[in-house]
């Protein structure tokens, strides 16, 4: 099994890379096939969105045929076929095409190793195993920078992509070789995700859970390429290195977060100190949208750190799902996590069309402005919430 989750882990790599690495090519497919920043978001959003709506089929078929299967189809099928899609793309239709594709087959591959902890390991120790896989696999945030946009000043966006394409089907086969199924639950209880949101305490969690994640993904996945360029004049590589320091402080945060509900004795109050912070580091981005390159660098980066909340919140949901039910709980949490930074790229599109006109730094203030309202109203529902600690 060991081999297996170091597999997963590179499947979960990959997933990183492809919800964060649009931000590098904008300015490139903006010249070679027109892509405008609206044209980004949307096949931004159309990934998240995807890759959400998948969750719910992708919970059954862990609780039904486990994760070896499940992982391993739908990331050859979605992640190899549609990177090679985008590669001999000629519009922003291909690309949001193969956005969608590529959301299908990194939809299963986290919660595949979340199934397996929750049913090979102790529950006490969740929180930190969902925090390292995540930081681990956080790397393919990095690759999505300043790497990347090297390699495409070498040999093209193109060749780059197809490079992908293989890298994924080798992936996927890796996980058919190695994963094994952990054994299914006994059980006479039947259950769907009706009967999890039936539960009232995972309703104070899943609104945070909606908001929390997309400031910092949003941002490091599409607007810090937009921003920066269009702000101040920064071009690719100089994007690259920026969107470098922002994935290093989301790893950084997910490990930070990781261990702490254990130390602390509680988890309600690690997930709600981190984001009533967010929240402050983005009103200030709002404030200081256009005062210095390197302050709205340092400002993204702690947005990225205090939005690492992710694996924390999955655990204390986790907390109040029946073990019969653990895949298709895992989905719902993560359902809500990846959807609202779906919906969150399609409304700061039309944000940012709707701004656009104005002056060039009102539509990124719109933009931050509506992560940090959001983010706030999450906290507040959050507040109601019980506390859980294995």
């Not at 390429?225 to 922002?246: K, V």
Request: proline letters at 5%; glycine letters at 12%; aromatic letters at 12%.
């Amino acid at each position: 099994m060991k081999a297996g989750l170091v597999v997963l882990c590179l499947g979960y790599v990959l997933s990183q890379f492809f919800r964060a690495f649009l931000a590098v090519l904008s300015v490139d497919l903006g010249r070679d096939i027109g892509a405008t920043p609206e044209d980004l978001a949307f096949a931004s959003g159309l990934w998240f969105l995807i890759f959400a709506a998948m969750q719910l089929p992708v919970g059954w078929a862990l609780d039904r045929v486990g994760p070896r299967l499940t992982a391993a189809v739908l990331l050859l099928v979605g992640g190899a076929g549609g990177a090679a899609l985008f590669a001999l793309s000629s519009s922003p239709f291909h690309i949001a095409i193969a956005m969608g594709l590529i959301g299908v087959g990194c939809s299963p591959v986290l919660m595949a190793s979340y199934y397996i902890f929750a049913r090979e390991f102790p529950p006490a120790r969740f929180a930190t195993l969902a925090a390292v896989m995540l930081g681990v696999g956080s790397v393919g945030n990095l690759v999505a920078s300043y790497p990347t946009a090297l390699a495409v000043e070498l040999m093209g966006w193109r060749a780059t992509m197809g490079m992908l394409a293989v890298f994924s089907a080798a992936i996927a086969l890796g996980i058919w070789f190695s994963v094994h199924d952990p054994k299914r639950v006994e059980t006479e209880h039947r259950g769907t995700v009706l009967d999890l949101l039936k539960e009232p305490a995972l309703w104070a969690i899943l609104p945070l859970m909606l908001v929390a994640y997309a400031p910092s993904a949003a941002t490091r996945g599409l607007w810090a390429g937009p921003y920066l360029s269009d702000i101040f004049g920064l071009s690719t590589t100089q994007i690259g290195t920026a969107t470098l320091i922002m994935g290093a402080a989301m790893i950084a945060g997910t490990f930070a977060y990781g261990p702490l509900d254990r130390m602390l004795g509680t988890r309600k109050w690690v997930i709600f100190g981190g984001n009533a912070l967010g929240t402050v580091g983005l009103v200030l981005m709002c404030l200081w949208v256009d005062n210095a390159v390197w302050l709205s660098v340092v400002l993204m980066a702690a947005i990225g750190f205090l939005g690492a909340s992710f694996p924390v919140i999955m655990a204390h949901g986790r907390a109040f799902v029946p073990p019969h039910l653990v895949g298709r709980g895992m989905t719902l949490l993560n359902l809500f996590g990846i959807g609202g930074v779906g919906l969150a790229q399609f409304v700061t599109g039309r944000i940012h069309a709707a701004t656009v006109d104005i002056s060039p730094a009102a539509p990124y203030t719109a933009i931050f402005g509506f992560f940090a309202v959001t983010l706030a109203i999450g906290c507040v529902i959050y507040l109601f919430s019980r506390d859980s600690v294995d």
